[in-house]
């Protein structure tokens, strides 16, 4: 079984532009969150994902945002990039997201905003 | 919101010495236990995990114990070898919660 996949896997942007990151989940799964992994601050969750619909947000400004599709794949958007979004965003994916579900992550996408 | 601590932040042992980790949370709705390992340039993993109704896990070398009264869960990892040196994060969760502990550095040493 395909594990989670993301892309890409690094990007580098300049402060000010918009991008947006993609993840593949593990087939059948249905949960797909987002989290922020910087030197300082650990993992920091985004938002969750289940059958399209967004379940839980983060304490993130609404420059983040995210949609799932109907083949769970999702995707994450910032905009109007600042230099502290510069981090590994990593995505998981879970069969249903809720509690005693493991989290299998992906490589994360390296954002380098200069 | 939930609030989750790991102590310690970071730890050195020996090879072939005891590891504990210690996490410590606030929400009393936390049902589910984990830990995962990050070790450098590779993604997370779960390496062991327990629910509410269990004191204690144990699996091969590592094993978890929990505290809900206390709010607070341990990893125990024994015999510790190199490829045990990572990051350690645990998350203590419920429903769609979602909340990692900061993480702790384990190294050790030949």
């Known amino acids: 079984k395909a594990g989670v996949t993301q892309t890409p896997r690094y990007l580098i942007k300049t402060r000010g532009q918009q991008v947006t990151l993609s993840c593949s989940p593990i087939?059948?799964?249905?949960?797909v969150s987002w989290y922020q992994q910087t030197p300082g601050q650990g993992l920091q969750f985004l938002f969750e994902?289940?059958?399209?619909?967004?379940?839980n947000k983060g304490n993130f400004p609404g420059r983040f945002s995210g949609r799932q599709f109907s083949n769970s794949r999702s995707e994450m958007n910032v905009s109007t990039l600042e230099l502290g979004d510069s981090a590994l965003y990593l995505c998981?994916?879970?069969?249903?997201?809720?509690?005693?579900?493991?989290?299998?992550f992906g490589p994360g996408t390296r954002l380098t905003v200069l | 919101g939930e609030n989750v601590e790991q102590h310690p932040s970071t730890l050195s042992v020996q090879e072939g010495d005891s590891a504990v980790i210690k996490c410590t949370y606030s929400?009393?709705?936390?049902?589910?236990f984990p830990w995962y390992k990050q070790e450098l340039g590779k993604r997370p993993q779960l390496i062991i995990d327990i629910r509410s109704n269990v004191g204690e896990k144990k699996d091969q070398r590592i094993a978890v114990t929990l505290n809900k009264t206390a709010k607070h869960f341990s990893l125990h990892i024994t015999e510790t070898q190199p490829e045990d040196s990572a990051v350690y994060f645990c998350?203590?969760?419920?429903?769609?919660?979602?909340?990692f502990g900061p993480g702790t550095r384990l190294s050790v040493l030949p």
């Open positions: 994902y289940f059958s399209e619909t967004q379940r």
């Open positions: 998350a203590p969760s419920w429903g769609q919660n979602f909340v």
């Open positions: 998981a994916s879970s069969r249903t997201g809720t509690s005693y579900n493991e989290q299998f």
């Open positions: 087939s059948g799964h249905r949960s």
């Open positions: 929400d009393s709705a936390s049902n589910y």
